[in-house]
């Protein structure tokens, strides 16, 4: 089934370390985005990117890093800069920029001790 | 700036109850998509329908309805007849067709609890 894997759905991470998330498509979409939610705030966009090889800053990207080395793969990397890190994860695919219909994952939610 | 603001954090009905969420939207934009999306409980939302900003016209599908009036910035969502299923938290967004990358603005989310 097509569709989009996010990896883990539950991570446990102590301060001061990095953590990556895996997301991975097999839907062909080109452009590929990571969101933050966190209660009552509705969904923030972190990054995005349109093409192999590019990606854009979001609303909050300070203490994240991103790489679109395949087309099928956006992996998020949570780093110490990251001042409150704790927060559910989603990951998107859109198969044409111009459509604005997003597919999700089911999401990573990380929680730093 | 965009803004998309939903003022009901959680509505609770009892099934066969209609229930209506709010959107209240912002933007300078004349061209623009509006959307809902459906997060149940595991997680990952689901696309329940785009609307653009030229087409007024109210829709329907199945117990789900949908009245977009651009002279107030709202794009109200009403579940008729509701059923346990449709317990979730709802999310409105909007998105500027002119902006790179496509970026959509969501609201804070109205939580649903159907109870039976």
């Known amino acids: 089934d097509g569709g989009i894997t996010q990896s883990p759905k539950y991570l446990f991470r102590k301060e001061g370390q990095n953590v990556t998330l895996s997301c991975e498509q097999n839907?062909?979409?080109?452009?590929m985005y990571w969101y933050r939610q966190d209660p009552g705030q509705g969904l923030r966009l972190i990054y995005y990117s349109q093409i192999v090889n590019d990606f854009q800053k979001g609303d909050i990207a300070e203490g994240y890093s991103v790489s679109r080395e395949k087309k099928e793969s956006f992996p998020l990397t949570v780093t110490s800069a990251q001042k409150n890190p704790t927060a559910f994860y989603l990951c998107a695919s859109m198969w044409a920029v111009n459509t604005g219909e997003l597919f999700f994952g089911e999401g990573s939610r990380l929680t730093v001790l | 700036a965009q803004k998309v603001t939903q003022a009901q954090t959680e509505i609770s009905v009892v099934e066969k109850e209609d229930v209506t969420l709010d959107c209240v939207y912002e933007t300078r934009d004349t061209t623009y998509y509006l959307f809902w999306y459906k997060q149940p409980p595991s997680g990952e939302l689901v696309f329940l329908i785009r609307r653009n900003s030229f087409d007024e016209q109210n829709e329907i599908s199945g117990r789900y309805s949908w009245n977009f009036q651009k002279s107030t910035s709202s794009f109200n969502f009403t579940i008729t007849a509701s059923q346990v299923v449709d317990s979730a938290v709802y999310f409105c967004?909007?998105?500027?067709?002119?902006?790179?990358?496509?970026?959509?603005?969501f609201g804070g989310g109205t939580r649903v609890l159907v109870k039976p």
């Open positions: 839907l062909n979409h080109d452009a």
């Open positions: 967004a909007l998105s500027d067709l002119k902006a790179a990358g496509n970026k959509l603005t």
